[in-house]
T-cell receptor, first 111, second 116 residues
Framework: RKEVEQDPGPFNVPEGATVAFNCTYSNSASQSFFWYRQDCRKEPKLLMSVYSSGNEDGRFTAQLNRASQYISLLIRDSKLSDSATYLCAVNRGSSASKIIFGSGTRLSIRP | GAVVSQHPSRVICKSGTSVKIECRSLDFQATTMFWYRQFPKQSLMLMATSNEGSKATYEQGVEKDKFLINHASLTLSTLTVTSAHPEDSSFYIC????????????FGDGTRLSIL
């Protein structure tokens, strides 16, 4: 089983739609959770950290479910500029800093 | 904010050449840096953890003699791909974080390596 698993997509949705991604992780000792955004041929950029209580940043909402070991990302009122690959990242439980990435979910927003 | 610089951004060279990639933390010190590799349409795969002043730790399946890592100072880690072959062509990215604990990684711009 992979340490971090994501649905690769692609998700192709119209502008203005709401889209949600899930990501599961295998190590119950993991403590740090993040969503990154990666544009084609670029480095990943941090979108948001994911906290136990859930957190929101504008149109983006992240949730953590420790019991089921998954994190989610919700994007509301999607924009054309949201088209990218979204990577979930989880620290390997034994190392606070060592981050393992999921395979990424490709999102394409159409006009 | 924390800035990580990576150099060069693009390398094209002949098979058999050794290629060195530098990763610098510009405004913070990093005792630990990480090296990732990403093949087209795949995710970032952690290759190794670079530890300042000590040996790097490699992930399973990554050849330490093939990918030499040196972390001689608190702001610089280097990855050398020795005797590179076409199958080593990939996007190599380093990351670092200013402090230990549950902080996100900051990534360099990446190095696109093409071996002919």
């Amino acid at each position: 089983r992979k340490e971090v698993e994501q649905d690769p997509g692609p998700f192709n949705v119209p502008e203005g739609a709401t889209v949600a991604f899930n990501c599961t992780y295998s190590n119950s000792a993991s403590q740090s959770f993040f969503w990154y955004r990666q544009d084609c041929r670029k480095e990943p950029k941090l979108l948001m950290s994911v906290y136990s209580s859930g957190n929101e940043d504008g149109r983006f909402t992240a949730q953590l479910n420790r019991a089921s070991q998954y994190i989610s990302l919700l994007i509301r009122d999607s924009k054309l500029s949201d088209s990218a690959t979204y990577l979930c990242a989880v620290n390997r439980g034994s190392s606070a800093s060592k981050i393992i990435f999921g395979s990424g979910t490709r999102l394409s927003i159409r006009p | 904010g924390a800035v990580v610089s990576q150099h060069p951004s693009r390398v094209i060279c002949k098979s058999g050449t050794s290629v060195k990639i530098e990763c610098r933390s510009l405004d913070f010190q990093a005792t630990t840096m990480f090296w990732y590799r990403q093949f087209p349409k795949q995710s970032l795969m952690l290759m190794a953890t670079s530890n300042e002043g000590s040996k790097a730790t490699y992930e399973q399946g990554v050849e330490k003699d093939k990918f030499l890592i040196n972390h001689a100072s608190l702001t610089l880690s280097t990855l050398t791909v020795t005797s590179a072959h076409p199958e080593d062509s990939s996007f190599y990215i380093c990351s670092a974080t200013p402090s230990a604990g549950n902080q996100p990684q900051h990534f360099g711009d990446g190095t696109r390596l093409s071996i002919l």
